[in-house]
């Protein structure tokens, strides 16, 4: 079946850089964007960016940019997210999500399905 | 950005209660509008895509409406597994975003 499995929890100190890995399987991993979601704890869900796989292309958020870095490993499937310069503000589970779309539907309606489990990243000196 | 407004922020209801959930977009974002639970612990489930169409596996009681800005997500008989945080977001343009979610508590 379609899947998104991440990598495990972090505890960082404050300042460094964590990297986040989402291995895809059940599906052609070049064909679906994929998504990193942030939240924070009791919070709602935030983007960080997206990244085409077919082509390596991004797209980051104007909060995050000039800090997070998504890049992907075609032969392995997977998209890794990378965030510098933690501070106690990034502590929160990040997920990882592809964007399905219908190939039928030429509206180009898309959705977030499935999800990656979510890793928690805990920043704290 | 186009910004997403959910309400209640909160609920509190009934097994059996019909429950109905708002999203308002800042601006229009036609049917590029999405549902999605979440239970404690999890990653988000998608419920329903473009508005009305509904996951594979998801229960009839769920349905969802609206257009341009204004959006409702509608649980027709509320069950126990339904007690959860709804959000919706849009997929219009870039960033997408979501709501601030609604929780869903037993009364």
């Known amino acids: 079946q379609v899947q998104l499995v991440q990598s495990g929890a972090e505890v960082k100190k404050p300042g460094a850089s964590v990297r986040v890995s989402c291995k895809a399987s059940g599906y052609s991993f070049a064909s679906f964007a994929i998504h990193w979601v942030r939240q924070a704890p009791g919070q709602s869900l935030e983007t960080l960016g997206r990244i085409d796989p077919g082509n390596g292309n991004t797209q980051y958020s104007r909060i995050f940019q000039g800090r997070v870095t998504i890049t992907t490993d075609p032969s392995a499937s997977t998209a890794y997210m990378e965030l510098t310069s933690l501070t106690s503000a990034d502590t929160g589970v990040y997920f990882c999500?592809?964007?399905?779309?219908?190939?039928?539907?030429?509206?180009?309606?898309?959705?977030?399905?499935?999800w990656g489990q979510g890793t928690l990243v805990t920043v704290s000196s | 950005d186009i910004q997403m407004t959910q309400s209640p922020s909160s609920l509190s209801a009934s097994v059996g209660d019909r429950v109905t959930i708002t999203c308002r977009a800042s601006?229009?974002?036609?049917?590029?509008l999405n549902w999605y639970q979440q239970k404690p612990g999890k990653a988000p489930k998608l419920l329903i895509y473009?508005?009305?169409s509904l996951q594979g596996g998801v229960p009839s009681r769920f349905s969802g409406s609206g257009s341009g800005t204004d959006f409702t997500l509608t649980i027709s008989s509320l069950q126990p597994d339904d007690f959860a945080i709804y959000f919706c977001?849009?997929?219009?343009?870039?960033?997408?975003?979501f709501g601030q979610g609604t929780k869903l508590e037993i009364k």
């Open positions: 999500a592809r964007e399905a779309y219908d190939s039928s539907d030429s509206s180009g309606a898309s959705w977030f399905d499935p």
């Open positions: 473009s508005v009305f």
């Open positions: 601006g229009t974002i036609g049917a590029y």
């Open positions: 977001q849009h997929t219009y343009n870039s960033p997408y975003t």
